[in-house]
């Protein structure tokens, strides 16, 4: 479909674009549910000024601060994420980009997960290098998650500290290091339906295999705390129809904001075309109870299956 056709996409009837959305889901991804864990083994200081972000150090927001968790810790969370379903753990840690020391570091807290606990280990460091996403790759690391944030027009709007050509490039070098890419951005941010859709585009031309969509939750300190226009559950479940329908092989995973946003509405998100979740709680926030996701993801499995 040429970019002008997706337009289209905006101007269906919701009951139209859901049965789409679905119809592309079955076929393209069958009965695909993956749930993954994130942990933030690094908080807070971060240089950068993204807007919507509780660790900027530019913010008062009482985010916790502190440096590298310690590795037992972080080996104690891989596996209960490995016991709660979740087939996938990452490493997230703040700021623009990881120091060569913590590198070496997180490749052998990597190599330790994936011997003691098996599960797959992905990493969300920031913007990196490519020979450093190697040393990662080497020690075991298999997806790298990137997030664009938000659409190419609308992101100066929302950082100022970096470009989205840099985003953009760590992608691009996380893929020729042979890492799969999980990349996605946040709804809510104050962009347009249109925008929204660019961002998408953007996601299926640099051809990522997991689409996190997060919702923004505004946190008070931040410059977007009350200042953006609210997002309400049925802009959520178009959104993620229309990035199922522009990215029909991809993973769209329900992230930051779905509890607080989607509400009762979770399960049609999966009709929608979503086809995976994070559980356990996201950076600063918690989520809801992991069982409660769990005994959700088993009804859905049934009704798929
Ligand atoms: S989103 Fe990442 S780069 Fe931006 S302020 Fe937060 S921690 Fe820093």
Not at 51 to 70: D, E, I, L
Not at 122 to 149: M, W
Not at 252 to 277: H, P, S, V
Request: glycine letters at 8%; charged letters at 25%.
């Amino acid at each position: 479909m040429k970019n002008k056709h997706y337009k289209e996409l905006l101007e269906l009837k919701l009951e139209t674009l859901i049965e789409m959305a679905y119809r592309a889901k079955r076929s393209h991804r069958q009965d695909s549910l993956s749930l993954c864990t994130i942990m933030n083994i690094k908080s807070g200081g971060c240089s950068e000024d993204c807007s919507f972000c509780a660790q900027s150090a530019r913010y008062k927001t009482g985010a916790p601060v502190y440096p590298m968790a310690p590795v037992d810790e972080i080996l104690k969370m891989a596996e209960e994420a490995r016991k709660s379903g979740a087939s996938r753990f990452s490493l997230v840690a703040s700021g623009k980009g990881p120091a060569k020391h913590e590198i070496e570091e997180l490749a052998k807290v990597i190599e330790r997960i994936k011997k003691e606990t098996g599960i797959s280990v992905c990493a969300s460091l920031g913007i990196v290098k490519g020979r450093e996403l190697a040393v990662l790759k080497e020690a075991g690391l298999t997806r790298y998650h990137h997030n664009l944030e938000t659409s190419r027009s609308f992101f100066p709007r929302i950082v100022t500290t970096h470009t989205y050509e840099a985003r953009l490039e760590t992608i691009f070098e996380a893929k020729r290091a042979g890492l799969e890419v999980c990349a996605g951005g946040i709804i809510g941010l104050g962009e347009s339906q249109e925008q929204r859709l660019e961002l998408a585009l953007e996601l299926r031309d640099a051809d990522v295999d997991s689409v996190p969509l997060n919702f923004l939750i505004p946190i008070e300190g931040t410059p977007l705390y009350g200042m953006s226009p609210a997002v309400t559950p049925i802009d959520a479940i178009r959104t993620i129809a229309i990035f199922r329908l522009v990215l029909p092989d991809a993973a769209i995973r329900l992230a930051a904001g779905r509890e607080t946003l989607l509400r009762d509405f979770l399960a049609l998100a999966f009709y929608a075309g979503a086809d995976g979740m994070m559980i356990g709680g996201y950076l600063t926030r918690r989520g809801r109870p992991v069982e409660e996701d769990q005994s959700f993801c088993k009804e859905i499995k049934k009704i798929w299956s």
